[in-house]
């Protein structure tokens, strides 16, 4: 038997590989281009007065208030973490959010 697997073998080794079949190259249609719509302008209104520049999202007070207790405590660390003046960072650090709204 194992004669018999030499022989197989060999025959499928002296077999041409198979070629994929060829492909057709697509075909590109040619692209069809809208025509521009026309703005017709507003007597006294320029593009700019049409549309506003979108506002500032405000902050809410629970924001405002995080972001105070936020710098507060880094005010806290900046000082050596020494109690006592919790107040004080509390009222400087309201300023400064405060002023940058």
Same mark, same amino acid.
């Given at each position: 038997?194992?004669? %018999?697997k030499n022989k197989v073998t060999a025959a499928k080794k002296m077999a041409a590989p198979k070629k994929p079949a060829?492909? %057709?190259p697509a075909v590109k249609k040619p692209a069809v281009k809208k025509p521009k719509a026309v703005?017709?302008?507003v007597e006294g209104k320029t593009p700019?007065? @049409?549309k506003p520049?979108?506002?500032k999202p405000a902050l809410?007070?629970?924001e405002i208030q995080r972001r105070i207790? @936020?710098?507060a405590y880094y005010k806290y660390l900046k000082r050596g973490g020494q109690h006592g003046s919790h107040a004080q960072d509390w009222k400087e650090a309201e300023k400064d959010i405060l002023s940058q709204l």
């Open positions: 038997m194992p004669a %018999k060829a492909r %057709k703005k017709i302008p700019a007065a @049409v520049a979108p506002a809410s007070r629970h207790r @936020v710098a």
